[in-house]
């Protein structure tokens, strides 16, 4: 009679590792969906002040929609999950949004270089950004 041999191998970690990774993990894409919320937040105030109350320098129509609650809540919520799944992979999604607006407004091409106005004030908003949060500087 042929007898087979069966391993069976038992996960030897303990139950409380795989859940505190998992909570971890959790905690992990809550944090970037937080990050994601905040920066969706700041993309809805722009298009709010651009596009919702016709500011536009390529947009020739009325306002969208005057509500900045819109605009905030929905930005938000959109690169808040953008930020859960993707964690941080959302920050493209919010890059890419802003160089979109900053081509839009500065009526370019993608490809093309930004003019020298939008690269000052970028310039500007990253150096002030730098100050703020360096402990160092201030």
Sequence with gaps: MCTAATAITIDKRPLKSTMLQFVHGFLDRLGYALIGAFFGALVGVAGW???GLAHSLNYDGPGMDPV???WVQYSGA????LGFIFRARAADAVADTVSGILHFESDEAPGRAASALVACVT???LIAAIWFTSPSLR
Aim: no cysteine; net charge positive.
């Design 49 to 51: 002040w651009l596009y």
């Design 68 to 70: 900045l609650r819109h």
């Design 78 to 81: 959109a690169f808040a999950v």
């Design 123 to 125: 310039l500007a908003l």
